[in-house]
C-alpha cells in the first residue's frame, strides 16, 4: 500500500522575490471634500457638538468666577491688613504708653531705693529709669515699618540678646495670661 502525502512530509515551496516597486505606479489617494465630512459628522455626532458646547461655557463661567474669587481675595487681604496694621499700631501705643508708666515708676523709686540700699543703687534705677523713658519715646516716635527694620537690625547684630529678649517677654507673658485665668 502506499503512503498518502502528508503536510508535514510535503517539502515547502520557496519564498518569491517581490517585484520592486515601481514609481509611477503608486496612485494618489482620492482627495475628500472637507465641508460634506463635516456635515455628514455633524449630523452624525450631534451629542458630541453639545458636548463641545457645554465645555466651552463650564470654561468661560469658571475664568468668570476664577477671576472674581481672586478679586474678593485681593480685597479680603488689603482688608486683613489695614485692620492688622490699626491693630499693631494700637498696641504699639499702649505699649509706648505702659513703658512710660514703667520709666516713671523706676523714677520714683529711686529715691527710696537711694534711702535704703544707699546712692549707688539709687544711681542704678534713676540709670534704668531713663533707659526705660528712652525706649518709650522710641516707640512713641517711629512707625511700626522703622520698627520693624531697626528690630531686624538689632536681632542680627546681637542674636543672644534677641533670645534672651524673646525668653523674658515670653515669661512675663506666660504670667500675666496665667495669673488672669486664675481670677
Given amino acids: 500500500m502506499a ?3 502528508t ?11 517581490k517585484a520592486p516597486a515601481k514609481a509611477a505606479a503608486t496612485k494618489a ?5 472637507p465641508a460634506t465630512v463635516k456635515k455628514a459628522a455633524a449630523k452624525d455626532h450631534p451629542i458630541r457638538d453639545q458636548i463641545a458646547a457645554t465645555r466651552d461655557t463650564i470654561k468661560s463661567e ?3 468666577k476664577a477671576a472674581s474669587l481672586k478679586d474678593e481675595a485681593a480685597a479680603l487681604k488689603k482688608q486683613a ?3 492688622a496694621r490699626d491693630a499693631a499700631t494700637k498696641g ?3 505699649a509706648a504708653e505702659a513703658v512710660g508708666s514703667l520709666a516713671k515708676l523706676l523714677e520714683d523709686s529711686a529715691g527710696t531705693v537711694d534711702s535704703k540700699f544707699g546712692k549707688q543703687y539709687g544711681d542704678y534705677a534713676r540709670s534704668a529709669a531713663t533707659t526705660v523713658a528712652g525706649l518709650a519715646t522710641t516707640l512713641d516716635k517711629k512707625d511700626l515699618d522703622e520698627l520693624a527694620a531697626s528690630t531686624r537690625d538689632m536681632v542680627k547684630k546681637n ?9 523674658v517677654i515670653g515669661f512675663v507673658l506666660a504670667r500675666m495670661l496665667k495669673g488672669n485665668s486664675n481670677d
Avoid: E, L, Y
Fill in 81 to 83: 491688613s489695614t485692620k
Fill in 92 to 94: 504699639k501705643d499702649k
Fill in 159 to 167: 542674636p543672644a540678646i534677641a533670645v534672651g529678649a524673646a525668653t
Fill in 7 to 17: 503536510p508535514a512530509t510535503k517539502k515547502a515551496a520557496a519564498p518569491r522575490p
Fill in 29 to 33: 489617494a482620492p482627495a475628500r471634500k
Fill in 3 to 5: 503512503k498518502a502525502a
Fill in 62 to 64: 469658571a475664568s468668570k
